[in-house]
T-cell receptor
Framework: DAGITQSPRHKVTETGTPVTLRCHQT?????MYWYRQDPGHGLRLIHY???????DKGEVSDGYSVSRSKTEDFLLTLESATSSQTSVYFC?????????????FGPGTRLTVL | AQSVTQPDIHITVSEGASLELRCNYS??????LFWYVQSPGQGLQLLLK??????LVQGIKGFEAEFKRSQSSFNLRKPSVHWSDAAEYFC????????????FGQGTRLTINP
């Protein structure tokens, strides 16, 4: 286990409502990532963080925001959920050392937007 | 742009048979390559990774992969599969842009016949 938890594990919500997903790590790793997994697309990077209050966009960031106020927590927010955001969301952590890095993944959150 | 292609969406093999899962990547620089496995309802587990050096990489659960620069490939192999190997397998390339971002293939679902 890489010491990563995600909450909630499952959520059903309605279109237009705000949703926040939480990723918590106990490893004190600098880097944290949010990916979404959809059939036929593998995993795609939404946002990532390279330190407290330091975040940047990934490949599919539209409609998502993130925050990292402390090392151990990385929050993903859907300000106004849409059905296209129904997906499985994975958090990952890593500690980039030089140019080599390995990401370890959490258990995922299954989000359904009706 | 970086990309990863896994040509086989679904593969079925008999228990005890050999396995090869294909992965082709497109990346202009030296690639960092990964194979992850995902069991149903679970997160992703790292099988093996290639950063540099020996092009034949050994991983967990008896898997190995060979990096072939001339073919832009990083195929995963196992000499004899077990029923517990049934899962989805993802190949990924690591792109260093500030952090190391993973670009995933679409995944290959492996079914094992008894």
């Amino acid at each position: 286990d890489a010491g990563i938890t995600q909450s909630p594990r499952h959520k059903v919500t309605e279109t237009g409502t705000p949703v926040t997903l939480r990723c918590h790590q106990t490893e004190n790793h600098r880097y944290m990532y949010w990916y979404r997994q959809d059939p036929g697309h593998g995993l795609r990077l939404i946002h990532y963080s390279y330190g407290v209050k330091d975040t940047d966009k990934g490949e599919v960031s539209d409609g998502y925001s993130v925050s990292r106020s402390k090392t151990e927590d990385f929050l993903l927010t859907l300000e106004s959920a849409t059905s296209s955001q129904t997906s499985v969301y994975f958090c990952a952590i890593s500690s980039l050392t030089g140019n080599t890095d390995t990401q370890y993944f959490g258990p995922g959150t299954r989000l359904t937007v009706l | 742009a970086q990309s990863v292609t896994q040509p086989d969406i679904h593969i079925t093999v008999s228990e005890g048979a050999s396995l090869e899962l294909r992965c082709n990547y497109s990346y202009g620089a030296t690639p960092y390559l990964f194979w992850y496995v995902q069991s149903p309802g679970q997160g992703l587990q790292l099988l093996l990774k290639y950063f540099s050096g020996d092009t034949l990489v050994q991983g967990i659960k008896g898997f190995e992969a060979e990096f072939k620069r001339s073919q832009s490939s990083f195929n995963l192999r196992k000499p004899s599969v077990h029923w517990s190997d049934a899962a989805e397998y993802f190949c990924a390339v690591g792109v260093i842009q500030g952090a190391q971002k993973l670009v995933f293939g679409q995944g290959t679902r492996l079914t094992i016949n008894p």
